[in-house]
C-alpha cells in the first residue's frame, strides 16, 4: 500500500505536468495567430509645420503597392509630413515625421507575424491640366493641355492605333480599346500599361467604368471586364456590331446594335429589356444612347432619331428629315432641346450630305435646321449656348444653339469630334493628321502638334486632380 503523502505528490506532479502542458499549448497557439495584416489604409500630406494643405489641391491615389500624390504647385516638397493609417505592427520611416519627397520614398510595413510589404510613394506639385488622344498609328499621347507639350507617349506594337476608341478616365487608370483587338489599362500618370484583354476583332467602341467594371463593345459582344484585374466577368451577344459607347444609369447598361437598344443588368449581363423601333431601315452603330426625363434617345441610319419610353420600353416619336445618317452622332439635351448632327446618306452612291438640328425633346419636333447640305462628323460640343462642329466641307464650325446661325468658322480644317475642357476646344484632324487647341469665342488656334497619324476619336480632357472635365 502507497503511503497517502506519496499518492497526493504523484497527484500533484501529474497537475504540474498538465498546467505545463497547458501553458505550452497556449503560448504556442498564440505563436500561431500572430496577425499577418501589414496593409496601408489611408495617406494624408501636411505642410512641415502640421498644417493642412487646402483640400481641394491635395489628390491621393493608393493603387496596390504604389501611392501617387499632388499637392499644390508651391508645395516644397523637400519638407512634407506624412500621417498614415496602417494595418500592422510598425511602418517604417514612421509616420508624422517630416521627410523629403522631391524623389520615391519606399514605406515597408511590418506585420506581428514579422512578414513586411513595401508601397512607393510618389509625391509631385501639380501640374497643368492634361489631355489624351489616340491615332491610327498606335500612340496614346498625353499633352499639356495649356501649352501642347508632350508629357508621355504609348505606342502599342504591330502598327495598331486607338484610332476609333476614346479613352475612359478611372482611378488614374486610362481605359481604351485598339485596333488590335485589345482593350487596354494604362497608368494616366505614366503611360505604363496595367493589363491587357483581348477581345477577337477592332475594337471601335469606347469604354466606360462603373462600379469596378469596365464595359466596351467588339464585334457582336458587349464585355464586362474587372476593372483591376481585366478579368472576364460576362459577354452579352448581339445582332449587330457594338460600335457605340454604353451608357450606365441606376445599375442597368444601355447600348444600341443593329436596329435595337438593349438594357442588361450591369452585374450579371442578363437582358432586362429591349427597345424596337418596328420600322425598316433602322441601325444603330456607334452613336450613344441618352437618357433624359424617362426617355432613351438615340440616333439611327436613314435620318432617323428615336424616342422611347425608359420603363415601358414602348417608342414615343421618331423624326426623319432626310435620308443622311444620324447613326455616328450622340444626342445633346439641353433645356428640352436636342442637338444632333447628320452625315451622309450612306445607301447612296452620290452622297446626300446631312445638316445640324435642333429638335423638341417632348414633341420629336424640328425647331431648327442649319447648315444643309454640309454633312457633320460625329458629335458637337456645347458651351454656353454655342455648338461646335467639325463639318464635311473642311471647316471647323461654331453655331448659335439659338437658331443655328454662324458664330465663326476654321477653314481647311479637316477635324473629328471636339471636346472641351481647360477654356479650350481640342479637335484632330484625320486626313491632315494634326491636333489642335481652339478658342471658344474666336476660332483662334492656340497651338497645334503635327507630324502624328489620323485622329478620329474624341480626345479626353483632365484637370490636375484627376477629374474628367471635358
Known amino acids: ?57 491635395v ?27 496602417y494595418k500592422g505592427e510598425k511602418i517604417s520611416p514612421l509616420s508624422g515625421v517630416t521627410m523629403d519627397f ?28 492634361k489631355v489624351y488622344v489616340g491615332d491610327t498609328g498606335g500612340r496614346l499621347v498625353c ?14 506594337p504591330g502598327g495598331e492605333g486607338f484610332g476609333y476608341s ?36 477592332a475594337i471601335e467602341s469606347s469604354p466606360i467604368v462603373e462600379n469596378g467594371i469596365v464595359y466596351i463593345g467588339s464585334n457582336h459582344l458587349l464585355f464586362a471586364l474587372d476593372a483591376e484585374t481585366g478579368n472576364l466577368k460576362w459577354t452579352y451577344t448581339t445582332y449587330g456590331n457594338v460600335s457605340g459607347k454604353p451608357m450606365y444609369d441606376n445599375g442597368i447598361i444601355y447600348f444600341g446594335a443593329d436596329g435595337i437598344v438593349y438594357a442588361l443588368n450591369a452585374t450579371t449581363g442578363s437582358l432586362i429589356r429591349e427597345y424596337r423601333t418596328h420600322q425598316s431601315e433602322t441601325l444603330f452603330y456607334s452613336g450613344e444612347t441618352v437618357l433624359y426625363k424617362g426617355h432613351i434617345y438615340i440616333g439611327s441610319r436613314y435620318g432617323k432619331l428615336f424616342a422611347f419610353n425608359k420603363e415601358t420600353g414602348n417608342l414615343k416619336w421618331t423624326f426623319n428629315d432626310d435620308r443622311a ?40 419636333v424640328l425647331i431648327w435646321k442649319s447648315q444643309n447640305g454640309i454633312g457633320f462628323k460625329k458629335n458637337p460640343v456645347y458651351h454656353d449656348g454655342i455648338l461646335y462642329m467639325s ?8 453655331l ?63 484637370d490636375n486632380r484627376g477629374r474628367v472635365i471635358n
Open 143 to 156: 499633352y499639356n493641355a495649356k501649352t501642347g507639350v508632350e508629357r508621355w507617349i504609348k505606342t502599342i
Open 166 to 201: 476614346q479613352a475612359c478616365l478611372k482611378n488614374n487608370t486610362i481605359y481604351i480599346g485598339g485596333t488590335d483587338a485589345k482593350v487596354y489599362a494604362i497608368n494616366s500618370m505614366t503611360g505604363e500599361v496595367k493589363w491587357t484583354y483581348q477581345a477577337l476583332q
Open 400 to 462: 448659335n444653339s439659338k437658331d443655328g446661325s454662324a458664330v465663326w468658322q476654321v477653314s481647311n480644317f479637316r477635324g473629328m469630334e471636339p471636346t472641351l475642357g481647360n477654356n479650350l476646344l481640342f479637335v484632330g484632324e484625320g486626313i491632315n493628321k494634326r491636333f489642335c487647341a481652339i478658342e471658344p469665342k474666336t476660332g483662334r488656334i492656340v497651338w497645334e502638334k503635327t507630324g502624328g497619324h489620323f485622329i478620329f476619336n474624341k480626345p479626353l480632357v483632365v
Open 1 to 57: 500500500m502507497k503511503h497517502p503523502f506519496m499518492f497526493i505528490g504523484s497527484k500533484l506532479t501529474s497537475l504540474l505536468i498538465l498546467s505545463s502542458s497547458l501553458f505550452f499549448i497556449i503560448a504556442c497557439g498564440k505563436d500561431k495567430i500572430k496577425d499577418p495584416n501589414k496593409e496601408i489604409l489611408s495617406v494624408k500630406f501636411l505642410k512641415s509645420d502640421s498644417t493642412a494643405f487646402n483640400e481641394a489641391d
Open 59 to 85: 489628390s491621393v491615389f493608393l493603387e496596390k503597392d504604389s501611392i501617387w500624390v499632388y499637392l499644390p504647385p508651391n508645395a516644397d516638397l523637400s519638407r512634407i509630413k506624412p500621417v498614415i493609417t
Open 102 to 129: 522631391t524623389n520615391p520614398v519606399v514605406f515597408n510595413v511590418t506585420a506581428e507575424d514579422g512578414t513586411t510589404r513595401s508601397y512607393v510613394a510618389v509625391v509631385k506639385a501639380q501640374e497643368v491640366n
Open 325 to 364: 445618317s444620324m447613326e455616328q452622332s450622340t444626342p445633346i439635351i439641353r433645356n428640352d432641346t436636342i442637338f444632333i448632327l447628320s452625315s451622309f446618306d450612306m445607301g447612296s452612291s452620290t452622297r446626300q450630305f446631312g445638316s445640324a438640328y435642333a429638335i423638341d425633346a417632348n414633341t420629336g
Open 391 to 398: 463639318g464635311y466641307d473642311d471647316k471647323f464650325k461654331a
